[in-house]
Each structure stands twice: as structure tokens, then as C-alpha cells.
């Protein structure tokens, strides 16, 4: 039986993953709901089919989801979950995808019995390459998981963690990350026109290398360092360049920095 899901929040992560589950034919757009209250957002999911209302008083009469996907900003989910506590004492499964918004908060909201299960995903999910952890509260049922599952899938790779307090870590690294290699290609391409090329060359090369770099770490059966090491000849170029990356106080003590930093705003955030 196809997933009849109700979407609340068409905006980035909303869109890309209404966009995946459509084309891999997870869901069919005459089952799916989607809520969101910016007209030009709600537009693009109506686009593609699936019927658009503004707010939850607008759900058509006996529409009920098998799946209700939280996807709007963490700080609209006071005002947002209570609409949907009648809706969720009927057993959907209710996945949140907001960042530093805990399991307890959502039961707290919709009720002890609601089934959870809070997924970080992130942007990459667009093109089908997201980072999907997924951590649910006993509520829910295995079938519910491996609906989970099946709608992660179709966007990208699952992880399950059953040690909730890790999501936090898990925001600042992959939820957070896909903003961190978008910067390391404007810096990598800043300095290329530094160095002396022409800047459309150097924002190609960044890009390229970075996504080939990427591709080639994924498909390998080798490791990221030993792929390092591999393209690195005793005082050659890259040498050279590593010198300055893998400094005491190169890229290594940075990043830990960026994640640390992004791993407390998520806390905060909760
Ligand atoms: N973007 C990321 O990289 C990323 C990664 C991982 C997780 N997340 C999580 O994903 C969630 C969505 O983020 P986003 O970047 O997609 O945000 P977004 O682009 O701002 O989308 C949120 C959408 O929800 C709408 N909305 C506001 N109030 C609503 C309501 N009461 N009912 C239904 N829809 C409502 C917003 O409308 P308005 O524009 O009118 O406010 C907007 O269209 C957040 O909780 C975030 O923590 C995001």
C-alpha cells in the first residue's frame, strides 16, 4: 500500500525531500499533503502534484496520514505541534527532521503514545546524497521504521543511533557540514586567484576538485588518508601543501573548532 504523508514545511530540506520521494516513487503525489503558509514554497510541492493547503485547519476530511513529516525551523515548533495532537492520537508515525529539537519535546507536545523518530538529514538529500541519522522513541513500530528507512533511502544513505544526545554531534557534522565544504570551495578558489588564475578558472577548478575528490573517497575502497597519502610524493607539491594544512594549527585543531562550535548551538538550540 503506497504511504499517504502529510508534509508540514515545504521550504530547502522539505523541497528536496518531496522532490526524492516522488521521483523514486516512495510516495504518490495524490497522497501527500503538504502544509506550509509561504505561498511561493507551497507552490513548488503543488507543482508537483500534491495537494497544498496553508494551514492545518485546511486538511481534507478523512485524510490520514500514515506518515506526518515535521520540516519547518525548530522555533515554529511550539505554535506548530499542537495542531497536530488529534491528528497524531490516530498513530501515524511523526518524523522531525529540526535541528536540537528532542524526542521528549514532541511527546511532551503530541502525547506519550505518539510514535517518533527524529532524523538529521542534510542538504545534499537534494541530488540524493544526503547523510540520513535516524533515532526513534519506543513507540515505534517496526514497520514505521522500515518506512523510515525506505523514505531515507530514496534520499540519500541511513544511519540509525539508538544514544539520542548524539544527535547534537551528528548536527555539527553532517547536518551542518555540507555548508563547511561549500566554504572550503570559495576559500579554495580564492586562493587559486591569489596564486594567479583567472577567477571563473579557479571557482571550476575548486569545484571539480572537491567533487571529484569526494566521488573518488566515496567509491574507493581505500581509505581517505590512505588516498592521502597515496597522491603524496616525499617532497613534492602536495607535500608541500599539506605542510601548511596539517599544521599544529592547520585544518585538524580548525575543524574540530567548527564542529564543536556548531555540536553546542544544536544544544543550545534544544
Ligand atoms: N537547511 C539545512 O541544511 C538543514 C539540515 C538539517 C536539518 N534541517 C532542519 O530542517 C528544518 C527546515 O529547515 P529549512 O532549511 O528547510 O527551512 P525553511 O527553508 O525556512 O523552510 C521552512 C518552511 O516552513 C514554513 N513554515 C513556517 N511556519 C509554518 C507552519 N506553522 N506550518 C507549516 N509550515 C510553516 C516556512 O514558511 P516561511 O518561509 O513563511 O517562514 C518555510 O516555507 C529545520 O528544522 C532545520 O533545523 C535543515
Not at 526524492?20 to 507551497?42: A, F, H, K, T
Not at 497544498?52 to 515535521?70: C, E, N, R, T, W
Not at 571563473?200 to 574507493?220: I, P, Y
Request: proline share 6%; net charge negative; glycine share 12%.
Amino acid at each position: 500500500m503506497p504511504l499517504k504523508l502529510m508534509l508540514v514545511g515545504s521550504g530547502k530540506m522539505g523541497q528536496a525531500m518531496l522532490g526524492g520521494w516522488i521521483d523514486e516513487g516512495q510516495v504518490r503525489p495524490g497522497d501527500v499533503v503538504v502544509i506550509d503558509p509561504n505561498s511561493e514554497n507551497l507552490g513548488v510541492a503543488t507543482g508537483l502534484g500534491c495537494q497544498g493547503i496553508a494551514s492545518p485547519k485546511d486538511i481534507p476530511d478523512g485524510f490520514q496520514p500514515d506518515v506526518i513529516v515535521l520540516a519547518v525551523k525548530p522555533q515554529m515548533m511550539t505554535d506548530v505541534l499542537p495542531t497536530f495532537r488529534t491528528i497524531v492520537e490516530k498513530g501515524p508515525l511523526v518524523i522531525s527532521i529540526a535541528a536540537g529539537t528532542g524526542i521528549a519535546r514532541f511527546e511532551k507536545a503530541l502525547g506519550s503514545h505518539a510514535a517518533i523518530i527524529r532524523v538529521m538529514p542534510n542538504t545534499p538529500a537534494a541530488v540524493r546524497k544526503g547523510m540520513m541519522v535516524c533515532c526513534s522513541n519506543d513507540q515505534v513500530t517496526p514497520e514505521q521504521e522500515r518506512h523510515c528507512d525506505m523514505l531515507m533511502a530514496a534520499i540519500g544513505s541511513v544511519f540509525w543511533i539508538e544514544d539520542e544526545s548524539l544527535m547534537d554531534a551528528v548536527t555539527g557534522l553532517s547536518g551542518s557540514g555540507p555548508a563547511y565544504v561549500f566554504y572550503m570551495i570559495e576559500a579554495m578558489a580564492a586562493a587559486g586567484v591569489s596564486a594567479g588564475l583567472p577567477e571563473d578558472l579557479a571557482v571550476k577548478l575548486a569545484e571539480g576538485t572537491v567533487a571529484g575528490a569526494g566521488a573518488l573517497a566515496s567509491q574507493s575502497k581505500e581509505t581517505a588518508a590512505e588516498l592521502r597519502r597515496n597522491v603524496t610524493s616525499p617532497n613534492g607539491t602536495t607535500a608541500a601543501g599539506l605542510e601548511v594544512l596539517m599544521a599544529d594549527d592547520g585544518l585538524g585543531p580548525l575543524m574540530r573548532k567548527t564542529v564543536a562550535a556548531a555540536t553546542r548551538r544544536s544544544k543550545e538550540l534544544g
